[in-house]
């Protein structure tokens, strides 16, 4: 994530009654948490003190897509990286973005995954066959759970 967005982000947490916010996307995590001084929470402000909060920053990157062994050689799941509601296609007449016995390239769009209302594209970590699509069209799905089943290619 870039610098630029993390500082809204805290910019966010700082101007707003929350305490903590945690995000996560395409394997990266962040978490950032207002730690209120005693002395703020207590006592109005006085003039020319600094009384911004603390700021904790964790980022964790998802480490690189480990095969798992299949019944037919390697796979690999491409997970829900949030809860939505799954789409296999852009629009309702659109073909899906994929098909079961398709080739896809890593980096690939896959599926889309609404949350709160915005479309967010889903697109494969791994090069592969999809050997079997997991979710049914337009229901909802769960952080983490496999909407994918892909053949590694190598």
């Not at 006592?43 to 911004?52: N, R, V």
């Not at 852009?90 to 899906?96: R, T």
């Not at 889903?122 to 337009?138: D, K, T």
Request: glycine share 6%.
């Amino acid at each position: 994530m870039r610098e630029s967005k993390l500082r809204k982000l805290v910019k966010l947490v700082e101007e707003s009654n929350i305490d903590e916010l945690e995000l996560s996307r395409w394997g990266t995590k962040v978490r950032i948490i207002r730690r209120r001084r005693e002395k703020e929470e207590k006592t109005p402000l006085a003039q020319g003190e600094d009384h911004s909060p603390t700021q904790v920053m964790e980022v964790a990157n998802k480490e690189e897509a480990q095969p798992k062994e299949g019944p037919q050689g390697n796979h690999y799941e491409i997970r829900s990286p949030m809860v939505g509601t799954f789409y296999r296609a852009p629009a309702p007449e659109a073909e899906p973005y994929v098909e079961e016995g398709q080739i896809v390239k890593k980096g690939d769009t896959v599926c889309i995954v609404e949350a709160m209302k915005l479309m967010n594209e889903i697109e494969s970590e791994v090069s592969g066959r999809i050997v079997r699509i997991l979710v049914e069209n337009a229901h909802p799905v769960e952080y983490d759970q496999p909407l994918f089943l892909v053949e590694l290619t190598t």
